[in-house]
């Protein structure tokens, strides 16, 4: 099985219900390395306090839209892929409930992830947010490598 690594320090978003019809919180991007013109993955589990279905929109610096609506879904792990524009790409909101009439309505997207590639692939935490005995290193191709040099050129998955 394919597990990518979260590109995402960002592991949640909490939406307490306002009175307010377009409440989100966003995820910022455009500060994480991710390469202008490659493909990426955003997924989260989704919790609705009304409801079952809910919006994530990829916005630019402008907040002007930058992809359709993306519906999330209570029900199962929902995310959608984007590419990645340097210098225009910046944040994904995260709404709760759907876009225009969330009034009322509290959210908790939850284990969030950002991977390079078009599919969602299993949820693991950021790297920065395991400790480092919980950690494992798997090696794309497998075999074991000399050098820790070595590990970081061919890259690291950590798991926990």
């Known amino acids: 099985m394919i597990v990518n690594e979260n590109l995402s320090m960002q592991d949640k978003i909490i939406l307490t219900a306002k009175d307010v019809d377009a409440r989100f919180a966003s995820v910022f991007i ?19 306090s009304e409801g079952e279905t809910s919006s994530v929109i990829l916005y630019d610096i402008n ?28 944040r994904i909101a995260c709404y709760a409930g759907v876009h225009g009439s969330t009034s009322g309505i509290s959210a908790d997207y939850t284990k969030i992830k950002i991977e390079k590639g078009d599919q969602m692939t299993p949820y693991l935490p950021h790297k920065s947010n ?24 061919k890259g690291v998955l950590y798991v926990s």
């Open 30 to 48: 455009d500060n994480l390395g991710l390469v202008d013109g490659e493909t990426y993955n955003f997924s989260a589990n989704l919790n609705l």
């Open 63 to 90: 907040y002007k839209v930058q992809s359709g609506i993306s519906t999330f879904s209570t029900k199962e792990r929902s995310s959608f892929s984007f590419t990645y524009k340097d210098g225009v790409t910046s």
């Open 130 to 153: 395991v400790k480092a005995e919980n950690q494992a290193i798997f090696l794309a191709g497998g075999g074991i490598p000399r050098s820790i040099s070595k590990i970081e050129q």
